[in-house]
């Protein structure tokens, strides 16, 4: 693999640009293989990295219907934070954080991380004393954040609206710093180069449509192109995790969402953070390219079809007007929808499953993107050790039959309103 | 948008509706645990024809059956949810 650095921009500039090898190769599969990963996201790129980085367990494939960066990566709003109430997911986050701080280096690729803060606003006394118990929560765990005023935050954002004017005038708001946002493809690539780098065989347009059994034991899966033996499986297939381990008997405590996201034609740098609405749903920030990047509410019905409906996308716009009026006269440049897994408590399912060396890493609701490199880190551990790590200790299948859920928004078992 | 033809309203509006949860037997009190966690937590989640309930909470209130195609969104039915087995 070629090393990226300013010296091999300079010689390939000199030579046309002629000369770039191919980020990651395209091998033939082998028979056999220690671990097979289901699915190519960004999950199950980070898994098998850490596998063979940390665990030294080189002779790994990752199998992917369609194509690397194709599915959810390269589908969601892109927001890096860490702000969790529960110590479970408290500590996961924070660590999968602490690994976006130095990502780019590990991986020789520009993930683009930018730790340009996430504000979440208050516009209620109520929603106020709620922020300051997430803040403390989470100062607790040695997690930063801080209160902002309205007057600092009419600073810090000049074109939200902080006037008494809209019907949910804002008071202040939570801000993370150390959150941000980063470049989606790039972190899809970036794994995938890097991993196949350390010899995972990387295995596109492969779809698992079942998987070998002995007795209680998985020994490999069924592909479209043939039959791959496997010492250890691991599933990262959000979205259709539900179909997946439905393929080995498992049924899950899982439905899958649609979630709308929307971008805007490019503007001018106006908002140089994340900001979140508080008053109802709805997150922007801008992109690199000047776009704004926004998103709001599921659409609240079981759905696997990457399209969404009208009334989400006028409510979602609705909140974006009252934060920032200036943009009324923007236009959109494209909406598109993705499949969550929505879990029955919000919070992550990483991993053992009832059955011998399969493993399950699901329910990521509307922020799985965030979690990409610790979730590929613990899940390596799980499936590396046969054991958790202590960071998805929590996370568990079981946790939903002994009363341990992991419930951050209290919502309770309703997938749709967490 | 979407029309759901609902059998007390007629046709409406999809934003009338919240859907509620997939359609099953709901456990008997007595019910074992595991029956009861089940029926809680566990779903289908079928990619294609899913049998749901729905409430139509800005019209006539009546918890709906519907049959609806997770892909496609189509539904092929819409009737009262009325007398769900019970199980134990």
């Known amino acids: 693999m070629m090393k990226y650095s300013v010296f091999s921009l300079i010689k390939q500039a000199l030579n046309g640009h002629q000369g770039w090898p191919m980020a990651w190769r395209n091998p033939e599969p082998k028979k056999h293989y220690d671990v097979i990963i289901v699915g190519g996201g960004g999950h199950g790129l980070a898994t098998a990295f850490y596998l063979a980085k940390n665990h030294g367990i080189k002779n790994v494939a990752v199998v992917e219907k369609g194509w690397i960066g194709g599915g959810n990566t390269g589908r969601n709003t892109t927001i890096v934070r860490s702000n969790y109430m529960p110590d479970e997911n408290a500590h996961f986050y924070e660590w999968s954080l602490k690994l976006w701080h130095q990502l780019s280096e590990e991986l020789n690729y520009n993930v683009m991380f930018s730790p340009r803060g996430v504000l979440n606003l208050a516009h209620t006394e109520g929603q106020r004393d709620a922020l300051f118990r997430r803040g403390n929560r989470m100062r607790l765990n040695g997690i930063d954040c801080e209160w902002l005023t309205r007057e600092e935050i009419a600073r810090a954002v000049p074109h939200l609206d902080c006037s008494d004017t809209p019907r949910f005038p804002i008071i202040g708001g939570l801000i993370q710093r150390r959150g941000g946002t980063a470049r989606h493809d790039a972190v899809a690539w970036g794994f995938a180069r890097a991993a196949s780098n350390l010899g995972v065989d990387i295995i596109q347009n492969c779809e698992v449509q079942g998987f070998v059994r002995e007795g209680n034991r998985i020994v490999g899966v069924e592909t479209s192109t043939g039959r791959l033996s496997a010492g250890r499986v691991g599933i990262a297939v959000a979205g259709n995790s539900g179909r997946v381990a439905g393929m080995a008997g498992l049924k899950l405590p899982i439905e899958t969402h649609v979630l709308q996201a929307f971008v805007s034609e490019p503007l001018k740098p106006i908002i140089d953070t994340v900001v979140t609405y508080g008053a109802g749903h709805f997150y922007v920030s801008q992109s690199d390219k000047g776009e704004l990047v926004m998103g709001g509410d599921l659409d609240f019905y079981p759905s696997y079809g990457q399209k969404g409906n009208l009334p989400i996308v006028e409510e979602a716009i609705t909140a974006g007007l009252q934060m920032f009026p200036i943009l009324s006269r923007v236009r959109m440049l494209r909406q598109w929808g993705g499949v969550m897994d929505m879990s029955m408590d919000g919070s992550p399912i990483i991993s053992k499953t009832p059955i011998d060396n399969l493993y399950l890493n699901a329910g990521w609701c509307y922020g799985g993107f965030k979690a990409t490199p610790g979730s590929g880190w613990v899940f390596a551990h799980t499936i590396a050790n046969d054991a958790p790590h202590a960071f998805n200790q929590g996370h568990t299948l079981e946790r939903f039959a002994n009363g341990k859920v992991i419930d951050d928004k209290g919502a309770g078992p309703t997938p749709q309103w967490h | ?88």
């Open chain 2, 1 to 88: 948008m979407q029309l759901f033809n609902c059998p007390f309203c007629g046709p409406r509006d999809q934003s009338e509706f919240t859907y509620v949860r997939e359609a099953a037997p709901v456990p008997a009190l007595d019910a074992s645990q595991a029956t009861w966690q089940a029926y809680v937590y566990d779903r289908d989640n079928p990619r294609g024809p899913h049998r749901e309930w729905w409430h139509h909470n800005h019209g006539c209130r009546q918890i709906l059956e519907l049959v609806r195609d997770t892909l496609t969104h189509e539904v092929s039915s819409i009737d009262a949810a009325r007398g769900s087995q019970v199980t134990k």
